[in-house]
Structures are given as structure tokens and as C-alpha cells.
């Protein structure tokens, strides 16, 4: 399994209305990260802070800057350290990975998914509860 490329498919199939956060985490939003909180409309993420209309895309995730302009597109996400608990999680299992197109994944994975998601489990135990890992 290769290390996250940044390819952000992950983040535009489930950055609009497909992600949720916890009550806590809007609530420390709402507290400490204003900026963030204003995408929340009736405990649920992403909307428009001007029109209320549910956004398509997470408004968090931006094109990294190239180098190369051939190159392509990188993505990153300028909330990471407060993102929501489905975004810490995601992947969860190498089937997910697969559904997703995944940039992560390896010929030799799709062939011992077993092994996969021991690998997949042992890179994201920092993301994950404890109970996950």
C-alpha cells in the first residue's frame, strides 16, 4: 500500500452532504473555531454561511499549489488538524479504498486484501479510536 498522494478523491466523493461531525466537535467549532462553525447549519456540515443551500464540496479542501503545471492536481485540507471524525477514519477498510478508486491501493493489495487491511489498519491507528484499531 502506497502512502496518500494527496489525489483528493476521498475528500470531493464525500466532502459535501455524505460527511457528518459529532455534536462535540461543533460545539468546540462553535467555541474555538468560528471559521469553521459558520459551514454548520442545524448540526449538520457543509452549508453556505450566506445562502444556507448545502455545498457540493467541503469548503475546507483547496488544490495545493504546483511546481509543475503539468503535474497533477494535489489536495489539501486547510482545517486537517479540527477536520470531522469522518474524515480522520476514512479509509477504513480496504474495500471502501477500492469502491473509491483509492490512489493508495496496489496490484499486490487487491490480490491479499487481508494483508491490506492489516497494513491499512496499522496506518491509520493514529486516526482512529482505539476500539477501531
Not at 88 to 101: G, K, Q, T
Not at 103 to 124: C, G, P, R, S, Y
Request: glycine share 4%; proline share 8%.
Amino acid at each position: 500500500m502506497k502512502d496518500c498522494n494527496q489525489c483528493g478523491k476521498c475528500c470531493i466523493k464525500y466532502g459535501g452532504g455524505d460527511l457528518s461531525a459529532t455534536k462535540e466537535e461543533i460545539d468546540l467549532w462553535e467555541i474555538f473555531n468560528p471559521e469553521i462553525f459558520k459551514f454548520v447549519k442545524n448540526n449538520e456540515i457543509w452549508f453556505d454561511p450566506k445562502s444556507g443551500v448545502s455545498l457540493k464540496t467541503c469548503p475546507f479542501l483547496y488544490i495545493a499549489p504546483k511546481k509543475d503545471p503539468s503535474a497533477p492536481n494535489m489536495y489539501t485540507c486547510s482545517i486537517y488538524l479540527d477536520r470531522p471524525e469522518d474524515c480522520r477514519h476514512y479509509p477504513s477498510l480496504v474495500a471502501e479504498m477500492i469502491r473509491d478508486e483509492c490512489e493508495m491501493i496496489e496490484v499486490i493489495d487487491l490480490e491479499n486484501t487481508k494483508k491490506a487491511q492489516v497494513t491499512l489498519d496499522i496506518l491509520m491507528s493514529d486516526s482512529r479510536p482505539p476500539s477501531n484499531s
